[in-house]
């Protein structure tokens, strides 16, 4: 059996998958792939010795410079590390190593990662677009070909999603972009038996996104600043600002103010207009690894239709309808607010978007229930919820409202709870998948969210105060899942015991 993963047996999954091979009370061999000097400061071995020993194995270490390669098949498995695949498959091919490492495979364990992987795969030639010189020969002991450390390489080597893609579309293969913890597991001959996934990964609308945490519309722009403090592969995925057909400046100035728990703002939609985010926003957004939502507003249903249309041949992965926008022909009645209002925009809207179409249903309406269920028989795949709670601050010095629009929305730790109500109470209408978000600022708000009826989450607020909380809500996430013996995030969803 073969097992490429990205770092090493670092996730309970992968122990499980190689569980199943290892004789407990063996032994196995960790091959090196660097110079014996930059062995001895290796810190994976100890590391990998551990994740070893928790499967019954001994390790040690094995060098093809100094030892016979047919020493391997005394193992009962062989890992072979990360480092340098280049400096690995010198050595091997010095050695003639390449016969041991095959009966291995098919006798044994074989456990490649990283470096290790790419040298046991098809070639090493997208490795070496990324990290030009060298010209090792890969062993080609399966035709599966890994991407190690997706999300985290996404600072070390730029444009690395675009290079992918046009490597795959020259070589007519495709490259399995792999997360540290995920893995590929192998039969002897090199054909794939079983993909070991992250359990964060989930899949809403036909769309699977990496982990379930995705950026709120309107509190992550268009990315940009926020992929200069970590790599946005990291995420879910992105629900981009408020975009409508035509460019709009917002509101006047007050347009945000902080209150207990939260924040009121009416910045009212400033966006530069479909046509620009298309020009110049995907284009940089689609090479990030993430998922991208265009979030499309608008004050005519024509203009709904006419800004999703326009999307159609683009990237975006999915549309998110905001309809908590005033309606300008029903005297500024905001769509999301009736069943016929939602059913309306969101079948219009249908009948010409060809993407995965998601509508963020408004918290301000009595039974939101109803309004999930309108938006699901006019053909939603998905709905978000909740959108902004309408709320009032006012100046006592002054008398005026602090916010020039007189009102604002309110959002943040303080409409967690209502979020949750409707989250859960939509989850008993509609069979269509829930995101659900609305003062989500901790990992442990989000499992209360996934609870209550939701495959996955958006962040917003939160990010104001803390830009890596929504890295922070997918490692503690993932730390749950692993501590309760959860194998899938999407067990969660719908999990709330009621009295
Ligand atoms: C400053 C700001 C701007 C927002 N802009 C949009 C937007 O353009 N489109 C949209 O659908 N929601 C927008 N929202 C709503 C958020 O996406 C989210 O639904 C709401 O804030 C509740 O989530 P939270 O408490 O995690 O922020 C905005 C929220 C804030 C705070």
Known sequence: MIILCSNGLTSPALRRAAGRFAKAGGWAALVV??????????YHVPRCKEELAALGLRAE?????????????????????????????????????????????EKGLLIAWSAGALALGPSLELFQRLEPG?????????????????????TRYEGLEAQCAAYEKERGRKVCRLDDGEGLLLDGQGRLVEEILSPLRVTVAGVEFRNPVIAASGTFGFGREYGELYPLSELGGISCKGTTLHARPGNPPPRVTETPGGMLNAVGLQNPGVEHFIRE????????????????????????CRTAELLNDTSVDMVELNISCPNVKEGGVQFGVTAEGVAGVTGAVRRVCKKPLMVKLSPNVTDIGEMAAAAESAGADAVSLINTLTGMR???RTRRPIIHNNTGGLSGPAVLPVALRMVWQASQRVKIPIVGLGGIATWQDAVEMLLCGASAIQVGTAIFTDPYAPLKIRDG???????????????????????
Not at 291 to 301: D, F, K, L, P
């Open 33 to 42: 792939t660097a110079d014996p000097d930059y062995r001895e400061k290796n």
């Open 61 to 105: 270490i094995f060098d093809f410079d100094f030892q016979p390669p047919e020493a391997l098949l005394n193992y009962d498995a062989v890992e072979l590390m990360g480092g340098d695949p280049c400096y690995l498959l010198d050595s091997i091919h010095r050695h003639g190593g390449e016969d041991a490492l095959r009966r291995v495979a």
């Open 134 to 154: 060298g010209d090792a020969q890969a062993l080609g002991l399966t035709d599966l070909e890994i991407l190690p450390h997706y999300s985290r390489f996404h």
């Open 281 to 304: 926003d995907l284009p940089w957004l689609s090479r990030q690894g993430t998922r991208i939502i265009a979030n499309v507003a608008g004050s005519a249903v024509e203009d709904y």
């Open 394 to 396: 006012v100046d006592i």
């Open 477 to 499: 996430l993932l730390a749950y899942l692993e501590e309760n013996g959860i194998r899938s995030v999407s067990e969660l969803t719908g999990g709330v015991r009621p009295w």
